[in-house]
């Protein structure tokens, strides 16, 4: 049973495509979101499917995501995928012939840009293929507004004897009767070909240079030109990674953290992405991307009667990249070129893989049963009778003692229980004291729960060492709190991750476990955690409290004399530093003010 509930939890918001498939992993259907966790949601829906929509549902097992940069790369993609699979719940689209694209004359002395569709017998240059008429004409209006290029027929051109409205309304130079310059007008086509390559930077500088030049030559029309074209060059379609004009690659990105790794392959032939595939190899925590790159490159193609593609582009430098590429040269019999530093249009395939690469792994990571199988070995490790189903991790975080805050942070089955996340803002202890601001933060949460605001957790870990733990069973203890399994994270001796160091507050035993254990895992995620979110809270204190001066709250002491003593000393420190006297020589001061001043700023005094 397909358990929607949690997969659509943890799906991100942003366009993609989605691949639903059965039990046996046959694909059902492909379809594109602009907003993938609104889109899928919709078929889960208690009210309102179709007999066909709840005849699909009803045979979901999984479900597949590539995360895109937009909604027409999503759109393109998807169309790539129906062809190649033909999925059964999918209305079959037409052959790629039929796509549309814009054309570009050459061999004129004033080429048109006009749509296409059908063969590509004309002489020129042909953009796209585009998802439909639409997005075609989107882009030839935004053009003939920018560069003002002609996209009338060659009859009506060549026919001519006056302008036509286009001109009129500014869409258009008027070529037709040598209205402008074949030099001027060759230009504008140029500008118009590099926007559709996907230079639009590059042309904004060239105009902002011409518009320049303009108002130097107070020439303040044609200057306006330019600008016109810079602003509406700002809202250009955007540069399309999933269709390209050439090229056969397989692009290949790796993620890793701790507990999992993914490697997501793209596969672009003749400049388009064909399609995408996930992968999660059971690999140790201290592996590199590097070392998992070249393990699955190896085992991918060598051997294998897998394509080989002339170009493998992947996310991270390889050691033995030469090996590699010898390797799969001998298998193809011919040259293979690997490589991570790519630009233009490859560097948007790589940036969609290592998406995909970190999009897939979180997933993995966050997973219902993914994570109950860290439940399962973190009660073996705990040797606990049942299975936990709650955890709460503290940390502290100051610097140099100052504004320490602590954070607790609440795991369930599904993962991160962030509603339950608490900050403790600490008070009245000795800056840098980390065990009594942990005493303190522990007494707080768990007097309130004992007043049956909370709920105790089964197991409570402790960033920290064995002082961390003492503080904890102490709490605990005065509480009269039983049954909370307390243990204690400590950095092992080379404090890298995958090296804690257990303390295990029943026994007092340490354990070490493997890097590659689900229990450490699940421990080092509710850990990072917690240590993330004291940091966040801790910054905010720090912030908050840095804009406030001390001086604010003073009886008498306003706005105008802060400001007064502020200049007069060059800073809060050096007011500290004054005696009465010195505070005196302020001219809006009088000394019973200085002696209240100087009495707040020295409480201890």
Request: glycine share 8%; net charge positive; with cysteine.
């Amino acid at each position: 049973m397909f358990d929607s509930k949690a997969f659509l939890s943890r799906l991100t918001q942003r366009p993609g495509v989605y691949q639903m498939r059965d039990n046996t992993g046959k694909l059902l259907y492909i379809g594109k979101a602009k907003n993938l966790k609104k889109r899928v949601s919709s078929y889960f829906r208690a009210t309102g499917l179709t007999v066909k929509t709840q005849a699909l549902v009803s045979h979901i097992a999984d479900i597949d995501i590539t995360v895109t940069n937009s909604e027409t790369e999503a759109l393109l993609l998807e169309q790539n995928l129906i062809k190649k699979n033909r999925p059964p719940y999918n209305i079959l689209l037409r052959d790629d012939k039929s796509y549309p694209y814009i054309f570009v004359s050459s061999g004129e002395n004033y080429p048109v840009l006009t749509f296409h569709r059908g063969a590509k017998r004309k002489k020129g240059q042909y953009f796209g293929p585009y998802p439909g008429r639409a997005a075609v004409n989107d882009s030839l209006s935004i053009l003939q507004k920018v560069f003002r290029i002609r996209q009338c027929d060659d009859a009506f051109f060549r026919n001519r004897s006056r302008p036509c409205l286009q001109y009129q309304i500014k869409r258009c130079s008027a070529p037709c009767v040598e209205a402008i310059s074949t030099e001027d007008y060759a230009e504008d086509v140029r500008h118009a070909t590099m926007f559709l390559e996907g230079k639009s930077h590059t042309i904004m500088k060239e105009l902002a240079a011409q518009m320049e030049e303009a108002s130097k030559r107070l020439d303040f029309e044609r200057a306006a030109e330019y600008r016109d074209q810079i602003s509406s060059l700002q809202l250009v379609q955007e540069q399309q990674y999933v269709s390209g004009s050439a090229g056969d690659a397989d692009v290949i990105a790796c993620s890793i953290q701790p507990g999992g790794v993914c490697v997501h392959v793209l596969f672009v032939r003749g400049g388009r992405v064909l399609g995408s595939k996930a992968f999660h190899p059971k690999v140790s925590v201290e592996d590199s991307p590097s070392s998992v790159l070249s393990a699955f490159i190896a085992q991918w193609y060598i051997g294998s009667p897998r394509e080989i593609p002339n170009h493998v582009i992947i996310s991270d430098e390889l050691e033995d990249q030469d090996c590699l590429e010898e390797a799969l040269r001998e298998q193809r019999g011919k040259k293979v070129q690997i490589s991570h530093r790519v630009k233009g249009e490859r560097q948007g395939w790589l940036k969609l893989a290592v998406t995909n690469a970190e999009q897939n792994l979180t997933s993995h990571l966050a997973s219902k049963q993914n994570i109950y199988q860290r439940y399962l070995a973190l009660q073996d490790v705990c040797g606990l009778d049942e299975t936990p189903s709650r955890l709460e991790c503290f940390d502290i975080s100051h610097s140099s003692g100052e504004a320490t805050v602590a954070s607790c942070v609440v795991f369930d089955r599904n993962g991160p229980l962030k509603k339950d996340y608490r900050h403790f803002n600490i008070e009245g202890i000795t800056g840098g004291d980390d065990y009594a601001a942990m005493h303190q933060a522990l007494t707080r949460r768990y007097t309130r729960i004992k007043k049956g605001e909370g709920v105790l957790p089964d197991i409570l870990l402790i960033d920290g060492g064995k002082g961390q733990v003492t503080q904890a069973i102490a709490v605990l203890n005065e509480l009269q709190i039983g049954d909370v399994q307390i243990i204690g994270v400590a950095k092992g001796t080379t404090r890298k991750a995958g090296f804690e160091t257990l303390i295990m507050a029943d026994s007092g035993t340490e354990v070490t476990l493997a890097s590659d254990s689900a229990a450490l895992h699940l421990i080092q995620h509710i850990r990072d955690e917690a240590h993330r979110f004291a940091i966040t809270g801790h910054r905010a204190r720090r912030g908050k409290a840095r804009q406030t001066s001390q001086l604010e709250g003073i009886p008498g002491v306003g706005p105008k004399r802060r400001r007064e003593l502020l200049k007069h000393f060059g800073g809060i420190t050096m007011i500290e530093r004054a005696s009465i006297e010195e505070i005196t020589k302020v001219s809006t001061i009088s000394r019973a003010l200085a002696e209240e001043i100087y009495a707040a700023l020295h409480p201890e005094a």
